[in-house]
Nanobody
Framework: QVNVVVSGGGLVRPGGSLRLSCVCS????????MAWYREAPEKERELVAA???????RYADSVKGRFIISGDSAANMVYLQMNRLKPEDTAEYYC??????????????WGQGTQVTVSS
């Protein structure tokens, strides 16, 4: 059974920082893609940042220069350091860890959401 556990959300003032963590256990195949998504009320879920097992990263334009994604592929852990937070960053944040089997099948493992609220 695959288990994805997310931690680190909370309430922070504008300009503050938070760090999210996500660990995946139980996957039969190697995790080679990890990402953070977020979903604000009445908005669609959007990609915030992603990292491959080779270390290639990708960010949404709205968080470039403020958020940093990092990962430990051997431990199936991914982090999101969020700096200079803005009220518009308020959302439920979700972790995705993706594995591929030898036959090319893709397995997406989602963690539970963690609420990030940026408010004075």
């Amino acid at each position: 059974q695959v288990n994805v556990v997310v931690s680190g959300g909370g309430l922070v003032r504008p300009g503050g920082s938070l760090r999210l963590s996500c660990v995946c256990s139980g996957s039969l195949f190697s995790i080679n893609y990890m990402a953070w998504y977020r979903e604000a009320p009445e908005k669609e879920r959007e990609l915030v940042a992603a990292i491959t097992s080779e270390g290639t990263t990708r960010y949404a334009d709205s968080v470039k220069g403020r958020f940093i994604i990092s990962g430990d592929s051997a431990a199936n852990m991914v982090y999101l350091q969020m700096n200079r937070l803005k009220p518009e960053d308020t959302a439920e944040y979700y972790c995705l860890q993706r594995a591929f089997s030898e036959d090319g099948s893709q397995y997406n493992y989602w963690g539970q959401g963690t609420q990030v609220t940026v408010s004075s």
